[in-house]
């Protein structure tokens, strides 16, 4: 081959190693094998007419909040000189729909600014359905660095499995119900993060009064369900928007597709400022709004309490020395509390809150010394097999375990029963995953699921079980334009310290890789030594010293992202001299490159 060409081929597979992070999901669905009829808890289905109806509720003359149309509610305030929404759903498609209905009610009414009451992407994606030009974006300072992370060095794992929390790829047939919060969650795997749009005001400390759209509003820290959290008061008609620190559902302390530690006590903390704001009217970021005082007040003092009870009895089990399986065990919330209708485990759960609050203060050992070098899954399966007799009678004690299910009588034995069975099958499979084991577990999957009054969790059990059958492969690949969005080169680049394979690299190398973007005057060192990638920026400002590092790479940051998203062709770029080895070799930057994992 031509040493130009040869050194153009390279060049594509290395873009790859950053792509992998970028594209679209690929995901790869087939007909479910599995379309036995679901049990459905019957307060999950009824939880349904919270929000399955598409309708723009008119909270006060001027106040208006979109229910149903997608996972999240987008509100709008009409003012006397332009409009503002809190909220922009979760993709430009559920945008869309909800500024249709805002039209009908406020036709004409230019957009003056969006208020994100947090970073979650349910409430920020969708934005660019509602802004004109010169609509302003406000949020918490803190906001921006969390938009920063979409590309965190989680971002895959954590996309995984909220693909699985919120059901995205379940059907009714399949047994999908809702997704707790919201009728599901309208994930445009085409638009992805197309529609967010970095805010162009931010706030920092507890409190900002703005005025726009001839509205004097207050945003208010509230840190809860996220950091940066806000609420938005309308002192002149009493109204407050809440965010995502109160809905229908039993908090989620604990998002089972993956979240940072959330405090509890800061929840707790921001509902009582919530309370002494004294609001008429309480608009959710999901379910419906609340209207009444007394009704409010009540409510969010319910709520708040019941977030306290969770925290401190945890907090007081563990002081006792109760390892957090018994803890869990213990704690129960007070039957007025349990009853309540706003605090059904629709989305988070009691026993998820407590292990949120052990593992905030204590970490993953729960004390017990059984934890501190536990078998593997596999050392563990086997010697189950060993105990009851060989890998045979381990599946046939399994299957015994599941066909004990179905005599019991009660949800909370069905549910143990069913638990016993999942674990076996799963040791089973890992020492022979017969045809037979696999559709055991499958199934067993799917009847956990059914029993869940959380919506979340059953989502994540279904589509679990739809994973395991084979009618759906959830690639490790991402969306592949939000690179665009991401501001700082160094936040991509991060990435590739979590694919070093040190196997590859050899723990003794020591090389730099040297990215220059001459665009955005940015500069950003990799180095590898002992088995680690060390991402770092570098000052801009100095002359470039190539003696400095192994291999230098100039390249446009705009260049680079195109050949990352597949808008442009690497070897296109590399023969344009768009993109050029000033150090080096191309061989040399080629086999840098191949020390990462690609898949």
């Known amino acids: 081959m031509d040493k130009n060409w040869a050194g153009i081929a390279v060049v594509s597979v290395v873009f790859a190693v950053v792509a992998f992070y970028l594209n679209p999901t690929k995901v790869h669905e087939r007909a479910s094998q599995f379309n036995d009829k679901l049990k459905v808890a019957q307060s999950l289905l009824n939880h349904t007419h919270e929000f399955n109806k598409p309708e723009l509720i008119q909270v006060t003359d001027h106040v208006y909040t979109a229910i149903g149309f997608g996972l999240a509610n987008s509100a709008l305030i009409v003012g006397p000189r332009g409009a503002v929404v809190v909220d922009a759903m979760e993709s430009i498609p559920a945008g ?12 004409g009414v230019p957009i003056s600014a969006i208020i994100y009451t947090h970073n979650h992407a349910d409430h920020t994606l969708g934005a660019r359905a509602f802004a004109e030009e010169g609509t302003e974006v406000w949020a918490h300072a803190t906001t921006i660095m969390y938009l920063d992370r979409i590309l965190s060095q989680t971002g895959e794992i954590t996309y995984r499995r909220g693909m699985r929390q919120f059901g ?13 919060i919201g009728p599901h969650l309208r994930f445009d795997p085409s638009g992805a993060v197309a529609g967010l749009i970095y805010p162009t005001h931010v706030f920092e400390g507890d409190r900002k009064t703005i005025s726009v759209a001839g509205v004097e509003l207050e945003l208010i820290h509230c840190p809860g369900e996220t950091n940066d959290q806000i609420a938005v008061w309308y002192p002149a008609q009493r109204v407050l928007f809440a965010a995502d620190n109160f809905y229908r559902a039993f908090p989620n302390i604990y998002a089972i597709r993956g979240t940072p530690s959330r405090d509890a006590m800061l929840w707790v903390r921001s509902l009582d400022r919530m309370i002494e704001l004294g609001a008429d009217h309480l608009v959710l970021g999901h379910t419906r709004p609340l209207s009444g005082r007394d009704v409010i ?15 401190d009895q945890t907090l007081r089990h563990m002081n006792k020395g109760v390892y957090l399986d018994d803890i869990i065990e213990k704690v129960r919330l007070p039957a007025h509390l349990e009853e309540y209708d706003w605090l059904q485990p629709f989305y988070g759960t009691v026993e998820w809150a407590v292990r949120a609050v052990f593992t905030h203060y204590l970490g993953w050992f729960s004390g017990d010394p059984v934890q501190l070098r536990p078998l593997t899954p596999a050392q563990r399966a086997q010697r189950m097999a060993d105990l009851v007799g060989g890998v045979d009678a381990l599946e ?9 299910a179905d005599e019991c009588t009660d949800v909370n034995e069905e549910q143990q029963a069913l638990q016993w069975a999942l674990e076996l099958f799963s040791a089973a499979r890992r020492l022979k995953d017969t045809k037979a084991v696999k559709e055991a577990y499958v199934r067993v999957l799917r009847r956990l699921g059914a029993l869940q009054p959380s919506a979340t969790g059953r989502n994540y059990y279904l589509t679990s079980a739809k994973e395991a059958a084979g ?3 959830l690639s490790t690949e991402r969306q592949k334009s939000s690179v665009h969005h991401v501001r700082a080169m160094s936040h991509i680049l ?23 973007f001459p665009d955005t005057n940015e500069r950003v060192r990799l180095t ?48 344009s001299g768009a993109l050029k080895v000033l150090r080096g070799t191309i061989l ?9 994992d690609r898949a």
């Not at 040399?588 to 990462?596: I, P, Q, R, T, V």
């Open 96 to 107: 869309r729909d909800v500024r249709t209905e805002f039209e009908k009610v406020a036709p």
């Open 168 to 180: 995205v790829y379940l059907n009714k047939e399949e047994g999908f119900v809702n997704s707790g």
């Open 297 to 311: 007040r009540a409510s969010l003092t319910l709520y708040r309490d019941a977030i306290q009870f969770v925290h």
């Open 396 to 404: 046939s004690a399994a299957m015994k375990a599941f066909a004990k």
């Open 471 to 473: 009618d759906l492969t």
């Open 494 to 516: 991060v990435l590739m310290s979590g694919r070093l394979d040190p196997e590859k690299a050899g723990v003794e190398t020591l090389t730099s890789l040297l990215f220059v």
């Open 528 to 575: 590898v030594r002992n088995g680690v990638c060390i991402v770092k920026d570098v000052e801009s400002s100095t002359e470039l010293n190539l003696e400095e590092d192994d291999i230098v790479v100039s390249v446009d940051a705009k260049v680079f992202k195109e050949i990352i998203a597949n808008e442009r062709s690497a070897a296109t770029a590399y023969a």
């Open 588 to 596: 040399a930057f080629k086999a840098f490159l191949d020390w990462f």
